[in-house]
């Protein structure tokens, strides 16, 4: 695993309900794909699409009190996004070969 990815990491770790899903992955060696699920009676859900920083949150898409959200801070990515979030359950996200998508484990 490339250093930089270490954060992500650490943050799967201790992520708050995420008992049935914790996962991360690097897309293209230069974004980063957080999937989490839980069973807690609110945010049960999370899917956020990063830049190669924790701090660089480009979209996200969780359940709150107030129901579904969903917003990308940077528009050009709504398309990626979308595609990931629809495919979560096909190894390459539904991004085919012209990306690289590689699982880190936490």
């Known amino acids: 695993m490339a250093p930089e990815w270490a954060p992500f990491v650490e943050s ?3 992520a708050p309900c995420s008992d049935v899903r914790n996962r ?3 897309i293209d060696d230069a974004h980063v ?3 989490r699920a839980g069973s807690c009676p609110d945010a049960s859900y999370r899917q956020e699409l990063f830049g190669r920083t924790v701090d660089h949150v ?3 898409k969780h359940d ?3 129901g579904p959200m969903k917003k990308c801070s940077e528009p050009g990515y709504e398309a990626l996004f979308e595609t990931i979030t ?3 359950e096909e190894p390459d996200l539904g991004l085919g070969a012209s990306h690289t998508v590689q699982e880190l484990h936490p």
């Open 64 to 66: 709150s009190i107030a």
């Open 12 to 14: 799967a770790r201790v």
């Open 58 to 60: 480009l979209c996200e």
């Open 24 to 26: 991360l992955f690097v």
């Open 86 to 88: 629809t495919h979560l």
């Open 33 to 35: 794909f957080v999937d």
